[in-house]
Structure formats: C-alpha cells, structure tokens
C-alpha cells in the first residue's frame, strides 16, 4: 500500500529448474521486484501499460538473458492494483477483486481442465485402495500426474493468458476495469476459493472446504491440495478498501 496504490501481488508457485535468489522463492522474488516497482516507480498519473512495462522490465533484469516465450524457467507473479487517482482496478493474472458484492475474476485458461484430471486421478486412487487421503497429504501423487500440463501452461504465459514474468505483456490479456462509483474493493489472491467481503467470511468458507475436501477434489477442485501440516492449499493474502 502507497498513497496512491494498493496491491495485492501473488508470487506463482515455480515450476521452474533454475532458481534465481539463494533466500527466497522464484515466486517470493517476483513479488517482491514488483512491490518495488509500485512503491518506487510508478506515479499517481501512471497507466497499467506502464505497469506492465515497467514490471517485466524490472524482472528481465534477474535474467541472465532475454526471456522468450518458450522458456517454461521464469519466476511469475500474478497482480491486482488499484489506482486510487485513477478509480481504476488493474488485472495482470488471476487475483481477484470484489467492487460493492461483484466478483471480477480472469483465471488461467487451463486451470479448471487440469484441476479435473487430477481430481479424477485421485479419485481412481482411493476407489481402488491404491493410496488414502493421509497419504496424498504427505505426496501428492495427482499433481504429480499433471505437472507437464503444468509446465505446458507455462510456454503459454503471455501468450494465452497474461502474466509478470520479465516478458512484454500484451494489452489484450490484461483487463481494467473502472470503480469511479465503487464504495468498496475487496483485493484478494486466488488462495480463496470463495472471496467474501469480510476477511472472516472469506476465511470461514475456506475453512469449512478444507474441513471437508482437503484433497481440493470434490467442493473445490484445484490442482494441489492441502499438504499435511499446512493451513491451505495455497497461500492468501486479502485486503478491503473503503473509498469516499
């Protein structure tokens, strides 16, 4: 949060070989070269095509060489930014963003195809005794048995769906939309199945799937699941803003 900015910045789980920082995640790192960029560079006046640019320029730098759209290496965030001179909501990714009760969600194209095949494999899994939950919980096998459609998807970054990776992000992946009469956002990362308006109801329906569906196979599908000793299937971050 700035004066002139509020971001939610959700650093992708890497499917990467090469890891660029000896202390933080691909993902983490991304994050953070992007709050960078909010808090130091852009300005009250600034567009998301500056976003854009000046985001994947300031990640082509950990580069040792120019990305290009076939290398399935590079860290990648996801963000969504509000423009408070502007009254304009920004999307680069798959974060999610709630103005007065309306959802506005853009995920990837392929998510809910790969959330099924591995829920279909899991459930294979356990009619036939070949594993039990406790079991998926420590490895999990069924995303195992998506990870090169998983890193497929990754040769498709700003090609097919947009994304902050150190490559030119076209403006037709990108979506703004305007919020000049909104009187309250909800920013949030997609580690909430069900985005609420209140950080407490949002939490509470993560709760009970988890409770219910730790494998994320049956009330929500996705493509990792609750990992023994963990508190969600994937990180979150939520942030309500009041504007008058």
């Not at 070269?33 to 730098?61: G, Q």
């Not at 103005?99 to 099924?116: M, R």
């Not at 420590?138 to 998983?150: A, F, M, T, Y």
Request: proline share 4%; glycine share 4%; net charge negative.
């Amino acid at each position: 949060m700035t004066d002139d900015f509020v971001a939610v910045i959700d650093g992708s789980t890497s499917k990467a070989d090469v890891r660029y920082s000896l202390d933080v995640s691909n993902g983490r790192l991304c994050m953070e070269i992007v709050s960078r960029v909010i808090s130091e560079r852009l300005t009250p006046d600034s567009t998301i095509t500056d976003f854009c640019r000046l985001t994947a320029e300031a990640v082509s730098e950990y580069y040792p060489q120019k990305p290009t759209k076939a290398d399935n290496n590079l860290m990648a965030a996801s963000a969504v930014v509000l423009n408070v001179r502007k009254r304009e909501v920004w999307f680069v990714g798959d974060c999610l963003c709630l103005v007065d009760g309306i959802l506005y969600e853009y995920p990837k194209p392929e998510e809910v195809v790969n959330a099924e095949k591995r829920s279909r494999y899991i459930h294979e899994l356990l009619k036939e005794g070949r594993a039990t939950v406790e079991e998926l919980r420590v490895k999990d096998i069924g995303r195992d048995s998506i990870k090169n459609e998983l890193r497929s998807c990754c040769e498709r970054q700003n090609r097919d769906y947009a994304v902050i990776n150190g490559m030119d992000i076209p403006p037709n992946l990108v979506h703004v939309i305007s919020v000049t009469d909104a009187r309250e956002i909800v920013l949030a990362s997609d580690g909430y199945p069900v985005l609420k308006r209140t950080l407490e109801e949002s939490e509470r329906e993560l709760e009970r799937i988890i409770k219910n569906d730790p494998l994320c196979i049956d009330l929500y599908k996705a493509t990792k699941g609750v990992m023994r000793d963990y508190k969600s299937f994937d990180d979150r971050t939520f942030v309500r803003i009041d504007l008058y």
